[in-house]
């Protein structure tokens, strides 16, 4: 049969009109035909009342998935999503509000580099983030690796926060976007994750709800990202682009390279001691080129420039003007954390257990197996197999090799932190099949793969 | 995004193994990979089981109605759903047991007639029926319309009423394809009913639960059928002859028109009537001639003919021989039906109420709103709104003209049966609307369109 043929259901004419319209709708985007804003406002906030029963809106998200919904559709979803909670109002502080988003990888902390780079440059970062997800770590997480920090903070608190030194970084609140997390709760246990109207609605309703003016997104793609290849994350980009530019945001994508950490340093504690050293310049390389092309971007949509790269200028002369480390002490400073620890990192004791991985060989690093290392950073305590695990927020990896690297034998390839010495030695027996060498040389994949406006 | 490229979802990892195994099924149907009949099976049994939470099977269901089930597949669904239960077995039956089934109309009460004659022709007719749904009758409340008739037999009655006279028509019993309930209810309200492989495993596996050794089937189609059109109706034939034979089941089916009402009778005393007619030998037409078609195949296929036409020939003896007739009183009789009221079915009241629908014009009848005709009958009494509504037995439709009849200003076109006044009133003043006629003489449509083997 041609499932696109609307065969009349005589069971329709027996239903309450309640769930009748939710079938009519669910058969709607079943037959390909193009929802109003009004029919997905009615699926998004009956659910979300607990109107609709998840077995129905289940079998909707299906459909949404396999049949796509289009630009205005997704517009709308995320209207709905968005209105499903509060929209914070930013209207007191002045200046611009710029944030950015990236759809997460293996080392990628770049939030906690650019949130301070941007405000020391006059711009306002109002960051809500999340947390590690599997194999991704998370910047909340990262945060509470730093003894007192706060991420919880409360409305007041945040607008206390950034009207003061230009940047704020918390967590997601119950208002914000209420619908996007029972939605995604249920998307992760019916096959319905992987779908680029719904992962743009999920975004783009959170980030649309902390009341920016503009967005930098960062559309990761490569075997650490959840977009393997860079057609989809190109086609994740555009969609969030256009969802983006109907609420009259400003923004930019970059599509930047996941196929090996970001950086050196993977877990909560390594990440924060990595991203200190970028802010203090002493820190070269992939992370430092991304976070100041991100905060670069940002300082463009904020107008602080007149292109990107003099937005990355900008950024570099921040970091050698020592102003973004400052402006990092003092958000960490009003959220509670312990500037002590930030200014003398070195002196914070380490993991108890390390173990160096290192070379059966000479070659050139081919390709590592980003997605595995993230999940080895997790299996060793930086990440929650489930939702009551406590992380060991010193645990985790520094990958001391990039790809197109010349690696001896005998050369220490990477340290494994962890205080557990049984989930060290389970990882380190695992770890060298997540690499490949080669006899030739190897070039290395480019970092920024496409810049999208 | 590609809606086939499988997507790793870290989610995945932190899942329980049921969990895991569940979404792993659903991702597959959803990326078009297919499904093993193990997989199937865990799908069927652990909903049936309750093990699978109905927003997962939803999602399932609608991933299986979009990306459809081939031939393996829809045959190891129906196998699940078929062991989800009880199969009755008829071993100690001797002679072969055929059975018929209808994908369900308006006036279809074929069963009534065929059951009777393929019995008397030496064929053991193990029948369990439905109840009406919406416009389409069914034939359990039809049998109940007579008096003591009982459609509740438990298995042991029902084996003794088939030994004794060949041929017993009851209910679903509990035991018999539970997961076709539980699933039907759930496709109900998700917008996953029109789906050929679903369909055809909700069919069969009730059928094949009964121990049957043949099927004749009859698909309907027209604007009183669920399927609207011929190719939709061959597809699902199709579906159901695949499946039949994957059980080794000998089969048979009809394509047949439903374009109008079979017969003249449409409710469920009234067509318990002109089953009498026609077992009679006092009625012709297109039930008597589809009735003996589904017979005479059953007869062939239970190997006392050789052929259908003999098959057909044979049912015409059974009618003229008046063994037909006797047979349907000895199942009457042995069901706790009233004998009498079947003899002398004149004598048996009608409704309070009749109506008639009278021509305004001369012209032939071009086409008939059978779905509405179907409703209008429900409407009078003879079908439930809800499941709580008790059936007005002897409401309904005399429905006396046939497309292509020519019809004269005046005329009795229909008379409207109904205990209720209101009702009448209400159905007769929209009856009218349902009917187009034409100056130009009509083609009546073909009775039986197609024969599948």
Redesign the interface.
Known sequence: ???N?I?????L???TWQ?MN???I??KK?DRIKLTAEEIEYMISSYTKNKI???????F???A????MDKEETSALTKAMLYSGKIIDLKSITGVKIDKHSTGGVGDKTSLILAPIAAAAGINVPMISGRG????GGTLDKLESIPGFRTDLNLSEYKKVIKKCGAVLIGQTKDIAPADKLIYS?R?????????PLITASIMSKKLAEGIDGLVLDVKTGSGA????L??AE??ARSLINTAKSFNKNVIAFITDMNQPLGNYIGNWLEIYESIKVLQGEVKGDLLELSKTLSGAMIFLGKKASSIEEGIEISQVMINSGKAFEKFLEIVKLQGGSVKIIENPEKYPKSKVIDNIISKEDGYLKTVNN?EIG?AALELGAG???KEDKIDFKAGIIFKKKIGDFVKKGEIIAELHSSSEAKIKNVSSNFYKLLEFSDQSVIAPKLIKKTIQ
Do not use: C, W
């Not at 065969?7 to 069971?11: A, H, K, R, V």
């Not at 998935?65 to 796509?68: A, D, E």
């Open positions: 049969m041609n499932n043929i065969l009349f259901s005589i069971n004419t027996l239903k769930q939710t079938v009519e669910i058969r079943r029963p998840d077995y129905q809106f289940s079998s998200l299906m459909a998935f396999l049949n796509g997800l599997g194999h991704s249920l992760d246990v019916t096959a319905t994750v992987e779908s680029i959840f977009m393997k290849n057609e989809d086609a994740l997605f999940m929650r197999k489930t």
